[in-house]
Nanobody, 125 residues
Framework: QVQLVESGGGLVQAGGSLRLSCAAS????????WGWFRQAPGKEREFVAG?????????YYANSVKGRFTISADNAPNTVDLQMNNLKPEDTAVYYC?????????????????WGQGTRVTVSS
């Protein structure tokens, strides 16, 4: 069993930056798919960024965050980060980390087996 815990959310002004971290307890391997999703009030959960933690570690982004957000897995073992720059008020949401012990298209919400509890990001204008 893998448990995911997100951290790093908070309140920031438009144009600012935040770094979210997702720490996994339990055993993970390079054959995992990792994703960050977000859910704004009254809206469905949507894909933000994902990575296939395997050879080459390709990354994927939603068009709305491409060029502003970066997903990475370099800072600590079993940790996946989301660096968010040039934040906009429309980025306000609860952000969730997700993982699954298989390789698939990271934007596929239904493919994930493990979810964190979420961390709130609020961007003021």
């Amino acid at each position: 069993q893998v448990q995911l815990v997100e951290s790093g959310g908070g309140l920031v002004q438009a144009g600012g930056s935040l770094r979210l971290s997702c720490a996994a307890s339990g055993r993970t391997s390079s054959s995992y798919t990792w994703g960050w999703f977000r859910q704004a009030p009254g809206k469905e959960r949507e894909f933000v960024a994902g990575m296939l933690r395997s050879l080459g570690t390709p990354t994927y982004y939603a068009n709305s965050v491409k060029g502003r957000f970066t997903i990475s897995a370099d800072n600590a073992p079993n940790t996946v980060d989301l660096q968010m720059n040039n934040l906009k008020p429309e980025d306000t949401a609860v952000y969730y980390c997700a993982a699954a012990p298989k390789i698939f298209a990271p934007a596929t919400l239904a493919g994930y087996e493990y979810w964190g509890q979420g961390t709130r990001v609020t961007v003021s204008s």
